[in-house]
């Protein structure tokens, strides 16, 4: 592990809202877990080395993608506060990711985040990871998610970071519809053409341009393999054209979403010692590497998809009423937030959106899990989890095509729960 200390902007670009960051030019070994972790801290934190008190490492494991540490320099004297205040996150970067995520754009949309209150101070970048503050609280489960309490406090965090996050922010330029160059992907341009042209009049990268590039990633080498592409860029195109409009909350129907707020994305804060009883709960949302402007129909459904967990356990999901009770109290907080106007039909509008969106959580998380079974070094079952992904995404198409009808199917379990009042 190198020792050099630089402070320029680990992009290179001057003007990138992270371009005054600390970059530190070191590599976390996952291998030489303690030492590769405190001599990050100790740059950070250099009175740690020889103050008294001892370091604790903590390892989080809710996640399937990256490493997540927590470093805490037990201060005699400190109350567990003061202890929480100083302690640090690291989070080291999964094997081969830069293939699925623009680790520079998450970099400037976490330091964009933190400059509205939406996010913890970063600290500094690695070469393979960053350093943040660690927000005190209590990581919420897929059954957190289903308390009142708590999805309404989402709801209501969602509509706030939804108004208060440009999406004029985000980078267009140099970048093709994919957030990079033809070239440097080395995608051909017939693959790009059905969404080039629409998706062009949209700020680059975004949801559709995102998933784009994932397709162009899946492996081809076997017939089955390229029929398996082949199969998706036709069903991405499709879905474009059919979902993709103007009329949502935000700029042109878009949104800077987060489009991962699964369960573990989700802290619970602390009440404040002298807050009363009836005072509302409060959450914040951590992890922003698949934050993009997409439509707010779709984060919103991509949540809801989190209520049922990696176990994709269906029967967690948000009927018709709770969905609609959701969407008014994000519109409320919107509102709240956002100095444009919001329609009076916005709630009518985003009920029926989030349910024509549906589909496209197990589209944009399967075609994911089938690059990260390629590629990743973690213990997980990518490859299944793509294939039930994707199994909701036509399950979607066959129920809104009537195709389950005309076979004389049995409705899929996702899908009764869907309609269910």
């Known amino acids: 592990m190198g020792e050099h200390l630089d402070a320029r902007p680990a992009n290179g670009h001057e003007?990138?809202?992270?371009?005054?960051?600390?970059?530190?030019?070191?590599?976390?070994?996952?291998?030489?877990?303690?030492?590769?972790?405190?001599?990050l801290a100790y740059r950070i934190q250099p009175k740690w080395r020889e103050g008294p008190g001892k370091i604790e490492i903590t390892k989080f494991t809710e996640g399937i993608t990256n490493t997540l540490l927590k470093l805490t320099k037990h201060v005699p004297g400190y109350s567990q506060s003061q202890l929480d205040q100083d302690s640090i996150l690291l989070r080291a970067y999964g094997n081969n990711t830069e293939i699925l995520i623009d680790r520079?754009?998450?970099?400037?949309?976490?330091?964009?985040c933190a400059d509205r209150g939406l996010a913890p101070p970063l600290l500094a970048r690695f070469r393979n990871g960053l350093l943040y503050r660690y927000i005190p609280g209590?990581?919420?489960?897929?059954?957190?998610?289903?308390?009142?309490?708590?999805?309404?406090?989402?709801?209501?965090?969602?509509?706030?970071?939804h108004a208060q996050l440009p999406v004029s922010k985000v980078k267009n330029a140099p970048h093709d519809i994919n957030g990079q160059s033809q070239k440097e992907n080395g995608i051909p341009t017939e693959h790009t053409q059905a969404l080039c042209n629409p998706a062009s009049q949209l700020p680059a990268p975004n949801i559709w341009s995102v998933m784009q590039k994932w397709i162009h990633a899946l492996p081809h080498d076997s017939p089955k393999h390229k029929a398996r592409k082949e199969l998706l860029q036709h069903e991405l195109?499709?879905?474009?054209?059919?979902?993709?409009?103007?009329?949502?909350?935000?700029?042109?129907?878009?949104?800077?979403?987060?489009?991962?707020?699964?369960?573990?994305?989700?802290?619970?804060?602390?009440?404040?010692?002298?807050?009363?009883?009836?005072?509302?709960?409060?959450?914040?949302f951590i992890d922003y590497e698949y934050a993009v402007p997409c439509p707010a129909a779709f984060d919103i459904a991509n949540h809801f998809a989190e209520w049922g967990g990696y176990d994709c356990d269906?029967?967690?999901?948000?009927?018709?009423?709770?969905?609609?009770?959701?969407l008014q109290d994000y519109l409320d907080s919107f509102k709240a937030h956002s100095d444009n106007p919001v329609s009076e039909n916005m709630l009518e509008f985003l009920c029926a959106e989030v349910d024509r969106y549906r589909g496209m959580p197990g589209f944009y998380w399967g075609v994911w899990a089938l690059i990260q079974a390629t590629i990743s070094q973690i213990d997980f079952d990518y490859a299944s989890y793509a294939e039930?992904?994707?199994?909701?995404?036509?399950?979607?198409?066959?129920?809104?095509?009537?195709?389950?009808?005309?076979?004389?199917g049995e409705?899929?379990?996702?899908e009764k729960r869907w309609q269910e009042p």
């Open 15 to 39: 003007h990138s809202a992270s371009s005054q960051l600390r970059y530190l030019d070191l590599t976390f070994d996952s291998k030489d877990l303690d030492q590769s972790a405190l001599s």
């Open 411 to 414: 409705m899929p379990l996702r």
């Open 388 to 408: 039930v992904r994707l199994g909701e995404y036509f399950a979607w198409r066959a129920e809104e095509s009537g195709g389950r009808t005309e076979k004389n």
């Open 138 to 161: 209590q990581v919420c489960t897929p059954q957190d998610l289903i308390r009142e309490p708590i999805w309404r406090a989402v709801a209501g965090r969602l509509g706030r970071w």
């Open 314 to 326: 269906y029967n967690m999901l948000p009927t018709k009423s709770v969905r609609r009770q959701f």
């Open 104 to 112: 520079d754009r998450e970099a400037s949309t976490h330091a964009l």
């Open 237 to 284: 195109d499709r879905s474009f054209n059919d979902l993709q409009n103007d009329q949502g909350p935000g700029s042109s129907g878009l949104v800077f979403g987060h489009c991962d707020l699964l369960s573990a994305n989700v802290i619970m804060l602390p009440k404040a010692p002298n807050s009363d009883a009836g005072d509302k709960l409060e959450v914040f």
